[in-house]
């Protein structure tokens, strides 16, 4: 399985939304700084480019991991609730998937992606895309502060 850093947060997204659970995120702060925010972002791109593009398990401990670091950041107060919503959402459903999740079973999550979490998702990724930058940009933040 291939994923690029330009994809990684539409798909990974997509991906987890079906895999139940979630519920993370919820206490995650919601005063980071712009800056921290990006940082961790570029962070979380840059674990989808640096995981063997072959490796699905290494693709998944690297996307956990940089999840779980922007999940401690948190999100700005510019973010919207929808937003927010959908960072919690992404945060938690990333942080359940299978660390042995097979290539097939991800090709077959997200599709009981509702269309209420689906704006969520989306909000929160452009969000991110508007703040930051896009997570292929080389700039290791575009945002303020």
Partial sequence: MKLTALAGLALVAGLVSGCGGGGGGGGAATDASEKEFCDSFTEFAASLQSADPEDTAAQIA??????????????????????????????????????????????????????????????????????????????????AN
């Fill in 62 to 143: 690297a996307v956990k991991e940089a999840v779980g670091s922007l999940e401690e950041i948190g999100t700005p107060e510019s973010i919207s609730s929808e937003g927010r919503e959908g960072f919690e959402l992404f945060t938690g459903l990333v942080g359940d998937l299978d660390d042995d999740v097979s290539e097939d079973e991800l090709n077959a999550i997200g599709e009981d992606l509702s269309d209420a979490d689906d704006e969520k998702l989306t909000a929160f990724e452009t969000y991110a895309s508007q703040t930051c930058g896009s997570p292929a940009e080389d700039s290791p933040s575009q945002g």
